[in-house]
């Protein structure tokens, strides 16, 4: 596609396609279209010309177009004009959703698109995602992650001791509280993998995962997101504490009468609830959930099932 642009010029919305089976993506002038170009104000000045070309993108799964970030104009003009095009040429097509990856190189780009409709998704450290509805009515494309998800490492030795610390950084109320290890869960970490690497961050234990015990469901925990928390049983490998300075205070091998009578433990449901599992767990009145890995046909990947199988009931978990 071209446009013809010089001072005191206009590209007016006549337009024509003279290739509508040409597919979105292809780069080099996949259709050509013709514009009526209007003077305005009796302009005599000279013209120039300049191409704009359909912003490079494929189709997704849903009926929508993806934007290639690698390929997207540098120059803030050029990327309007080219937008507002591509905009129009998909409306045509039928596309639904379009999705915009602009990289953090490409910031000044960003009031751009929002001038133009797009609204902002998500965000990483090196980009941020804006998306566009086409057809009329409500957006259904998907909103952005909901959760964060967290791990607890209640880690017991074979001495009825439980690996506790205490964070340098906590709320007033939970001050002088010896806890479980705790974090969140790195992207693209296993839940079981991410409660052993936060034990052994805080504390330098060794641990494997045993068992998934419970898991808490919060609402506008961090940011306005949901948040959901998977207590962990692990057993310890080794025996030497290495505290982490930045976020631990300390941290002890703890008898496990003492952790479970601690005062803000008894005064909490939510904390007492858990450690009334964790100990059930540990006398096999109960069971937990251990992982098992799994090959799935619908997404052709290997994935993490968490349940539990009692191959003798009498003989506990």
């Not at 133009?116 to 259904?140: C, K, N, Q």
């Not at 959760?147 to 880690?155: A, D, E, I, L, S």
């Not at 049983?233 to 300075?245: F, G, H, K, M, N």
């Not at 858990?274 to 046909?297: N, P, Q, T, W």
Request: charged letters at 25%; one cysteine or more.
């Amino acid at each position: 596609p071209l446009f013809f642009l010089s001072p005191g010029y206009f590209p007016r919305a006549s337009y024509s396609s003279q290739n509508s089976t040409s597919a979105v993506g292809q780069h080099a002038y996949v259709d050509s279209f013709s514009y009526q170009i209007d003077r305005i104000n009796g302009s005599s000045s000279s013209a120039f010309f300049r191409k704009i070309d359909i912003l490079d993108a494929f189709d997704d799964e849903y009926g929508g177009v993806v934007v290639n970030p690698e390929r997207l104009p540098s120059n803030p003009n050029v990327f309007s004009q080219a937008l507002r095009l591509s905009l129009h040429h998909w409306k045509i097509e039928g596309k639904k959703g379009v999705w915009l990856k602009l990289p953090l190189e490409k910031s000044d780009l960003v009031p751009v698109a929002v001038k133009e409709g797009f609204l902002y998704h998500h965000a990483e450290r090196s980009f941020v995602m804006l998306t566009f509805w086409i057809p009329d009515g409500p957006s259904l494309l998907p909103s952005n992650a909901s959760h964060h998800v967290g791990v607890g490492g209640f880690v017991i030795n074979d001495k009825d001791e439980v690996l506790v610390v205490q964070e340098k950084h906590c709320a007033p109320t939970l001050h002088g509280l010896w806890k479980i290890p705790t974090g969140f869960i790195l992207e693209s970490e296993e839940i079981h993998l991410g409660a052993v690497r936060e034990v052994k961050e805080e504390t330098g234990i060794d641990a494997e995962f045993v068992e998934v015990v419970a898991f808490r469901h919060a609402h506008d925990v961090c940011f306005e997101k949901s948040d959901l928390f998977f207590v962990c049983i692990l057993r310890p490998l080794s025996t030497a504490i290495i505290v982490d300075d930045h976020e631990i205070q300390e941290a002890k091998w703890m008898p496990l009468e003492d952790f479970v009578n601690q005062p803000l433990i008894q005064e909490d449901s939510m904390f007492k609830k858990i450690v009334d599992i964790c100990m059930a767990r540990l006398e096999k009145r109960y069971c937990g959930l251990s992982v098992h890995h799994l090959f799935s046909k619908f997404d052709g990947k290997l994935s993490s099932l968490y349940f539990n199988i009692v191959k003798d009931g009498d003989s506990g978990c």
